[in-house]
Structures are given as C-alpha cells and as structure tokens.
C-alpha cells in the first residue's frame, strides 16, 4: 500500500485577510458657506431686475425712499405690503393700499405664508420670491443622511448596499428568469404609469401658471385702464378749470373720488375746495352782468361788491369798468331829462336814474344836483302856486320860472305874452334854442357851451337858472382839462386863464383853485428872479416883472411888488 501523498501546503489566498477599513469620507461633517438670505427679485415693473435681499424682521414695500424695499413705481403705494420672518420662513399682507396686493394672481386678503417663487404683484411691478437660505438647509440635512457604500471579504470586493429589509443578493443566490420577466414587466408598468402621472402634472402645473399668468396681465391691463380713466378724468377737470368752468370741472373731480378715493387725495380735493369758493363767485359775476345789461346798477354793484377773493380778477375788474362807464352814460341820458321840468313822470323817472347812479357813484355832484332839479321840479308840478303877473311885466314871470328850472312853464307864459311884448317873443325864441342845444351837451364845443352859458343867464334876466348847471358841469370839465394841460407844459398865462374861467361858472372848484395857488407861488419865485437881476439886466428883470403882472391878481401882494418894480424901471 502506497504511502499517502502529503498534500501542498495550500498558500494563502490573495482575499484571505480582510482589508483595513478606511474612514468614509460621507460620515465627515460637511463645512458648507452661510446661507444666503431670502431675496425678492422684480421681474416687471419699473425696478425689473433689481434684488432685495430679505434681511431683519419686518420689511417694508413701497415708493416711499424710506422704506427697506422701495419701488419707484406710481401704481405703488407709499406703505404698500409688509413682508414678516416667522418661524416657518417669510409672510406677506397688505398695508391697505389704494390698488391692493396680489399673490399668484389672486388677491391678499389675510397674511399668508410665502413659498419659493412665490409672485407679489404691486400695481405695475412684479417681484418674486425665493426662500434661497432654506433651500441649501435641506441640501445641507439631504447630504449628511446618506451612507457609504460597504465592503466585505465575503463578497470578494463586490460593493454590497445595504438590502432595506431585503437580502444581499451575491453569486451564490440565483434568481429565477422567469421571475426577472415578471419583475421587469413590473417595473417597466411602475415607470410607465409614473411617467403619465408626470407628464400629466407638468400639464396640468403649465396650465395653472398660465392661467395665473393670465391673471396677473389682466389684472395689469385692469390696473391700467383705470389709471388712464382717472388721468383723463383728471385732465378734463383742469381743463375746465382754465375754461372757467368751474362747476362741471366739481362735478368732474366727485366722479373721481367717487370711482377712486386714493387717486391724487390732495391735489383733488384742493381742486373741489377751490370750486366751492370760485362757483359762488362766477354766480356773482353773472348777476352782475345780466343787471349791468338791464341798466340796473345798483343790482349790479351790490353783486360785484360781494365777489371778495376770487381768480377770476380779469373778469371783476372788466365788470367794475363797464359799470363805471355805464354810470357816465346814464348821467348824460339825465341831462337830457332837464329840459321836461313840466313833465311829471319824466322828472319821477330822473330821480330814480339818479338813485340807481349815486349807488355806484355816491359823491358825484352833478347827479347829485340833478337829482336836487327833479325833485324841485316834482314838488312845483305837484303844488302849483304861480303869482299874478303884473299886466305890463309879463316876461319878469317868465324869466323867474326860467330860474327856477322849469322851462316848459317858462315857454308857456312866454308864448302867452309874445302877443303883445316883445320881450315875451324874445325871451320865447331864446327858450326854444337854449332847450335845441342842451339835448346834445356832449356834442358842443368849448365856445359853444360858453354861448349856450351866456344864453342861460341871457333867459334868467342875468343870473344862471337851475337848467344851466349840466352845461356849466359840461364847460367846466372842458375848461379844466386845458387848464391841467397849460400847467404841465409851465405855460402858466393859459392855465391862470381857463382856471379863472372855470371858477366863474363854478366857483367852488377845488381843481382850478389848486392850478391858481400853483400860479401864485410860480409867480413869487419869477419875481425873486426879476428883483435879483433889476441891477445887472433891468431889461431882463422888467420882463419878468411884467410876468407877474399876468400870473397874478391885482390885489395880490407879489403882484403890486411887481408893478412898483415895472414904474422904477420904465423911468
């Protein structure tokens, strides 16, 4: 019997140790930089690609400069949405703003959280939000749970995962094909259905983003629309504002606080306030108006007299001139009404002319005194007591009812003696042209009036009458205005003559009193002249001295001075 072989010594297997195992480099902390800070990026608007990071507590958004988030977009409120930190990440409301907030296109009622890429629409701008620290946190908790794969000897350096509850499936263990094609067939079934109900939720999540795209622009396209109505709403009040209209420019501006009270609060209701006091005014000025078309002017200054502040000067002060001037028109139509003294509604009718001017003009004298006429007029028609006329004097009677202002009597008892006296038939004919002229005072000439002067005196046995004083009123206005002119131009002799001309037909004239007061001191610094050249240049001085002679009155002192100096001289 053979021996038995010894056998080999069997060598070590190249797997027979198990190798070292090496620390995983997944179960090392992972050091990764601070997070970032939530942001809220425009994407429409006026700050379209600017970023504001979310940083502190409570953000502010809007067009005020001051706030944390500041939009300069005019469709944005000063203090418009407010964004808080909580614990569960960042919440949006609104701060009652005059076109509100929307959030994905559907309007912000209550605070509500923020989720990544949220959509806050404020008027025309759009901003969009990302939680970006929040993102890389759960990154960061994602990557530090995963495990490394394990090696084994057992599995001849096959990586082996850990089965979750199933077996490791190795060489050893040898499944069945038939179960693979079940398996596979399975599977392939999962992936499809998975795929559908993924295809299908990109779909339906497209969709819904469109819709809320669409959302978002007709709300835009809403928003706009309403400004462009509240500006053109606006344009038209101010138009009517410059067109003077002011009560359809109010009714203009309470449509807009109507359609929109936040739109411009204060330049509108700066508007409305100005209305309130302007409509009463352009009432006032319309009142004035229609009266001063009527001839009424005490209507019509009563209502210009209420117009206190106003911009609708230009307006006012056309209307006090017009008024004015149709005052100076109505005292002319009064003259005309002198020559009816006998007439008693004409004279009834004069006086009430003269109320109504004396409204506008309190201290004209000339309405004054016509007004004084027709009241005497009035109570001479209304008691008649005429004295008996001397048989041989009838005339006498005639020229004192001539003074007395009442010419139709006058021409009466005139026509009744002109029979038998001549003086009657001329003393008639001097009535009838005395009453010609007088109705067309303002078409007469400066020389003409001086006549129809003369006439009047003529007919009242040389005094003035009553019917005289519209034509001196009329001569001395004449006389005056040369007068002022002699005086401007220093010709001194022809503003001494016409003011001593109007002193004789009006003695109390404080105008041609000042002229002759002037002429005066003139003619006291022409004779200090004169007194310092009689030595060097007597002829010079004789000349001024003679000057004064014509500046001045004979009683005078500087004028008897003067005429001294003239006798020393002309020796």
């Not at 429409?44 to 953000?59: K, R």
């Not at 001849?156 to 038939?178: C, N, W």
């Not at 028609?381 to 008996?388: L, Q, Y």
């Not at 004192?400 to 001549?422: M, T």
Request: proline share 6%; aromatic share 4%; charged share 30%.
């Amino acid at each position: 019997m053979a021996p038995p072989q010894r056998q080999a010594p069997r060598r070590p297997s190249s797997t027979g140790s198990v190798p070292a195992r090496r620390p995983s480099q997944a179960n090392r902390p992972v050091s990764r930089p601070a997070s970032p800070p939530a942001t809220l990026t425009a994407r429409a608007g006026p700050a379209e690609g600017q970023s504001f990071p979310l940083d502190g507590d409570e953000l502010v958004i809007g067009r005020s400069a001051d706030n944390p988030v500041s939009i300069n977009d005019t469709s944005v409120s000063r203090k418009h949405a407010l964004v808080r930190k909580t614990p569960d990440g960042w919440a949006l409301s609104d701060l009652g703003s005059g076109n509100g907030t929307l959030l994905n296109g559907e309007p912000l009622a209550d605070e509500t959280a923020l989720g990544e890429g949220d959509v806050i629409t404020l008027g025309d701008t759009e901003l969009e939000y990302s939680a970006a620290g929040a993102t890389a946190e759960a990154q960061d908790a994602g990557a530090v749970g995963r495990r490394a794969p394990v090696r084994t000897a057992r599995t001849l350096g096959r990586v082996d995962r850990p089965a979750r509850g199933r077996p490791v499936r190795t060489s050893r263990q040898a499944e069945d094909p038939e179960a693979v094609r079940k398996k596979k067939r399975k599977i392939l079934l999962i992936v499809g259905g998975v795929s559908v109900v993924m295809l299908a939720a990109l779909v339906g999540g497209k969709a819904i983003s469109q819709k809320q795209e669409m959302q978002a622009a007709a709300a835009r396209a809403q928003l706009a629309a309403h400004q462009l109505e509240m500006a053109t709403l606006f344009k038209e009040a101010k138009s009517l504002v410059r067109q003077g209209d002011w009560e359809g420019a109010q009714a203009k501006l309470r449509d807009m606080q109507e359609t929109d009270p936040e739109y411009e609060p204060k330049q509108v209701e700066n508007y409305l306030s100005r209305a309130a006091n302007e409509i009463p005014a352009q009432k006032l000025l319309s009142d004035a108006a229609a009266s001063l078309a009527r001839g009424e002017l005490a209507l019509a200054h009563g209502a210009l007299a209420k117009v206190k502040t106003t911009t609708q000067e230009a307006k006012l002060a056309e209307l006090k001139s017009a008024l004015d001037a149709r005052a100076g028109e109505k005292i002319a139509e009064g003259r005309q009404f002198v020559s009816f003294a006998s007439d008693l509604a004409k004279m009834e009718q004069l006086v009430a002319m003269c109320d109504d001017i004396l409204v506008v003009r309190p201290d004209d004298r000339e309405t004054m005194e016509l007004k004084k006429q027709a009241l005497n007029a009035i109570e001479r028609i209304k008691n008649p007591s005429v004295a008996p006329v001397a048989p041989d004097t009838p005339w006498l009677e005639v020229q004192q009812r001539f003074r007395n202002g009442d010419a139709a009597g006058a021409l009466s008892l005139a026509q009744a003696c002109a029979n038998k006296f001549s003086q009657c038939r001329a003393i008639e004919a001097q009535i009838k042209e005395f009453e010609s002229k007088s109705k067309r005072l303002e078409d007469l000439s400066e020389n003409d009036l001086v006549s129809l002067y003369q006439l009047d005196k003529k007919i009242a046995g040389g005094q003035s009458s009553e019917l005289s004083k519209p034509v001196r009123t009329q001569l001395v206005s004449k006389l005056f205005v040369k007068a002022s002119q002699a005086k401007t131009t220093q010709s001194w002799q022809r503003a001494i003559d016409y003011a001593r001309k109007v002193l004789e037909a009006e003695p109390s004239h404080p105008g041609a009193q000042s002229i002759l007061s002037e002429a005066r001191n003139q003619a006291k610094d022409v004779y200090l002249r004169g007194y310092q050249l009689k030595e060097t240049s007597p002829d010079e001085a004789l000349r001024l001295f003679k000057e004064v002679l014509s500046m001045t009155p004979k009683d005078d002192e500087t004028h008897q001075k003067a005429q001294r100096w003239i006798t020393e001289l002309s020796r």
